[in-house]
C-alpha cells in the first residue's frame, strides 16, 4: 500500500495554512500506511543568500544539539539550529556544506543529513501519521507547497531511514507508492556511478536514480521520463523541486492517484479521501493522472503549467 | 424517504440498515450525503430499492450489488459496481480503475470517463460509458457487453473471452486476441437495447459503432501444440 499526499499552492494567501491542510490529509491515508510518516516542506524558512539549510536527524534531541556545538567548536562556525524532536535544520554557509557533511561523518555516526536546500525541510519518522504530524508540529508548518507519505513496508525494514521522503539532490525529494523489482542491479549500477545507500530500501535507489539522470544533464521531467523505461515495478511518484512539483505514474498504472486543481492550488492524494479537507473542492477539477505521462508545474509568477497536459 | 448524512453516522451503520431491509420494504428512497470518498458505501445491498448519493464515493461504491439502483451524483473510486450481480448504478461523474470489475449482470452507466481496466473479468454485466476509458479495459471478459461512446485506450479486450466490446470512437490499440469484428444487424439490435436501457435511444446512432471481440485464438486448444504433450 503506502499512501502519497501533495500540495501546491498557487495562491499565497493560503501559504499560512499549508501545514494545516497537508498534516489533514496525511493523517487520512494512515490506512494505507501506518508504519511510519513523513513530509518535506518549501518555505517554512528560506535560507539566506550564501547558505544552505541541512534538515539533521538523531537519535534524540540531546545528540542533535551536541553535534550542532561540536560543529561550531571543531570548524569555528556560529550556527543557529531550530530544533524540532529528533530533527533539526541548521543553516550553514554554502562554502562549508561539505566539511560540516564530513565532520557529521567523522564525529557524529548516529546523526543523519536528512535534506539539504535552500527552501526544504524533510522530517520523517517511525510510528502512526497523526502522531508523526504532531511531533514536528507540521500543523503549525507554512510555506508553497508540500509533499507527504505514509509507509506500509513491503521491500525493506520499518525503520526512520525506510520512511519517506527520500531526497534526491538539493531541495529535491520523492515519494513513492509501490514496489521496483529491480532496485538491486540498479543500486549496483549507481553505485558504481558513485552514489552511495544508506538502506536496502527500493525507494532510495529511486531517488538516487533521478538525481545521477540529473548530475549527467537531464532535466527533472527527462530523468522522470528515462525513469519509465529503466525502473521495473509498480510506482506512482511524487517529487518535490524547490519550485515545483511532478507527478508519474508506471505504465500499468496499478497504484492509485487522484488530483484536484483549482485557481488556489494542485493537491495530489493516493484517494480522494486525502483530498475532502481542501478550501474549494466541490468545485476543484478532479482526475486521474495518466499511466506514463509526467506532469509537473512550476510556481512561475503564480502561473502554474503542466508539462504535458491531458 | 430515510436519508443518512455520512458526515454525522458511520458508514456501516449505513450498509447495515441497507442490508437488513427485506424485499418487500416500503422505505424504497434512500438519500446519502456527504460521501466525501469513503469506500464500500451501498455496497453488498439485495433488495428493490435505490440509494442516491450525493458527492464522491470511495471504492467499491454499490460492489455485489443485487436488485438495488445505487445513483451516484459525482465521481466514483477503483471497482464501482464490482462483482455486481443485478440492478442498476448510475455515476454521473467520473469512474476510476476497473469499473464493474467482473460483474455478472444488471447495468453499469458511467455519464463520464472511466478509467483503466473497465470492465476487467466482466461475466454478464452491461456496462456503458459516456466518456472514453483508459488502457486495459475489458482484459479477460468473458460475457456481458461494454459500451463506450467516446475512445479506448491501450490493450482494449486482452485476452478475451465472449464479451461484445462497442466502440464509437478510436482504438488506441487491441490487446492480445482482440479483433474487429463485422458489425451486423443482429449487433446494431443488441447495442440499440443497451443504449436503451441506459437512457441513449434516439440520442446516438448505433451504426457510428465499431464491435470488437475474441479471435478465440488463445483459449481453443491448437492442434499444431500437441507436440508439447
Known sequence: MCGIVGLFLKNPALEPQLGTLLSGMLETMTGRGPDSAGFAIYGAGDAEDGSVKLTLRGPDAGTLSKAVSGLESDLGLSLSALARDTHSVVAVPAKDEQRVRAWLTANAPRVDVVSAGRRMEIYKEVGLPASVAERFDLAGMTGSHGIGHTRMATESAVTTNGAHPFSTGADECLVHNGSLSNHNDMRRRLEREGLSFATKNDTEVAAGYLSWRMREGASLKEALESSLTDLDGFFTFVVGTESGFAVVRDPIACKPAVMAETDDYVAFGSEYRALVGLPGIDKARVFEPEPARVYAWERNAGTSQTAERP | ?229
Request: charged share 20%.
Open chain 2, 1 to 229: 424517504m430515510p436519508s443518512f448524512d455520512l458526515s454525522r453516522s458511520p458508514r456501516r451503520e449505513l450498509n447495515r440498515a441497507l442490508h437488513a431491509l427485506r424485499q418487500d420494504t416500503n422505505e424504497t428512497q434512500w438519500t446519502v450525503s456527504n460521501p466525501e470518498g469513503q469506500h464500500a458505501i451501498a455496497a453488498g445491498l439485495d433488495a428493490p430499492v435505490t440509494v442516491e448519493i450525493e458527492g464522491n464515493v470511495g471504492y467499491y461504491c454499490a460492489g455485489m450489488n443485487k436488485q438495488a439502483s445505487v445513483l451516484i451524483n459525482g465521481n466514483a473510486g477503483v471497482g464501482v459496481a464490482e462483482n455486481m450481480i443485478s440492478g442498476f448504478v448510475h455515476v454521473r461523474g467520473d469512474a476510476s480503475q476497473s469499473a464493474g470489475a467482473t460483474a455478472h449482470g444488471g447495468l453499469l452507466v458511467v455519464d463520464g470517463n472511466a478509467g483503466a481496466r473497465c470492465g476487467i473479468s466482466m461475466k454478464g454485466v452491461d456496462i456503458v460509458v459516456k466518456g472514453s476509458i483508459g488502457h486495459m479495459s475489458a482484459f479477460m471478459a468473458q460475457a456481458g457487453t461494454l459500451t463506450v461512446l467516446g475512445d479506448a485506450g491501450e490493450a482494449l479486450g486482452d485476452s478475451l473471452y465472449e464479451a461484445r466490446l462497442f466502440i464509437r470512437g478510436s482504438v488506441k490499440s487491441l490487446g492480445a486476441d482482440c479483433i474487429e469484428k463485422e458489425m451486423r444487424d443482429e449487433h446494431r439490435e443488441l447495442l440499440y437495447a443497451k443504449l436503451k436501457a441506459a437512457g441513449l435511444a434516439g440520442e446516438v446512432d448505433p451504426a457510428e459503432f465499431k464491435r470488437y471481440g475474441s479471435a478465440r485464438r488463445l483459449y481453443h486448444f491448437h492442434v499444431d501444440n500437441a507436440g508439447a504433450y
